[in-house]
């Protein structure tokens, strides 16, 4: 039981290439979410999804598109990756069935150049 | 909408001393509340979580925190701080009821524990 998996933990780019983060989750929960994470900001919303074919906007969605075919699969794309989306990525997961608030990844660390 | 304000993005305690961490927040609807404990280069970790009920929230690692609706608070304590309790702690609402809970953050309080 891996709970929720972020591939890959690190990934370097360089300005204008392209990349997408998976996030895979194993506990059969509904929605599903990607913040950002930057120094004394806290984690901001950028997507998230709350069933399988379904995905909406959160506070910080410019530049990223998203993706939700399987229950268990949440993916996010950068399609011109900036030097401003350099950051930590989290994606969480949420049980409706068992309400104990959202479960995170351990995160992506993404450097663009 | 929601917001959450912590008080303070850096707090010291001595080991052994009282540990409080301040959290305000502002909803328009019956807000649900957390608090996440992030140590160096990992993900979040659910500390406690108010929904309904008892304001008073047990967590674990012996933190609690209190709802104080009149107040529009939810401040972390813990009564004596331990070496292991450094890190960074994150406050965050979302309202209750149907809809995409989707979490808003404070900024974030590091927590460092002097020996």
């Known amino acids: 039981n891996a709970g929720v998996t972020q591939t890959p933990k690190f990934r370097v780019l360089k300005t204008g290439q392209s990349m997408t983060l998976l996030c895979a989750q194993d506990?059969?929960?509904?929605?599903m979410y990607w913040y950002r994470q930057d120094p004394g900001m806290g984690l901001r919303l950028i997507h998230y999804s709350v069933g399988e074919g379904t995905t909406a906007k959160g506070e910080v969605p410019d530049g990223y598109n998203v993706s939700r075919l399987k229950k268990q699969n949440f993916l996010l794309g950068l399609e011109s990756a900036a030097p401003s989306q350099t950051s930590v990525y989290f994606c969480?997961?949420?049980?409706?069935?068992?309400?104990?608030?959202?479960?995170f990844g351990p995160g992506t660390r993404l450097t663009v150049l | 909408a929601q917001s959450v304000t912590q008080l303070g993005s850096h707090v010291s305690v001595s080991e052994g001393a009282l540990v409080l961490l301040r959290c305000n927040y502002s909803s328009s609807v019956p807000p649900y509340l957390f608090w996440y404990v992030q140590y160096p280069n990992q993900g979040l970790q659910l500390l406690l979580k108010?929904?309904?009920?008892?304001?008073l929230v047990k967590g674990i690692n012996g933190f609690e925190a209190e709802f104080k609706k009149s107040e529009t608070s939810f401040h972390l304590t813990k009564p004596s701080a331990h070496m292991s309790d450094a890190a960074e702690y994150f406050c965050a609402v979302t309202g209750s009821g149907a809809g995409s809970y989707q979490l808003t953050f404070g900024k974030g309080t590091k927590l460092s524990v002097i020996p």
């Open positions: 506990m059969n929960h509904e929605y």
């Open positions: 108010y929904t309904t009920g008892a304001t």
């Open positions: 969480a997961t949420l049980g409706l069935t068992n309400f104990i608030g959202q479960f």
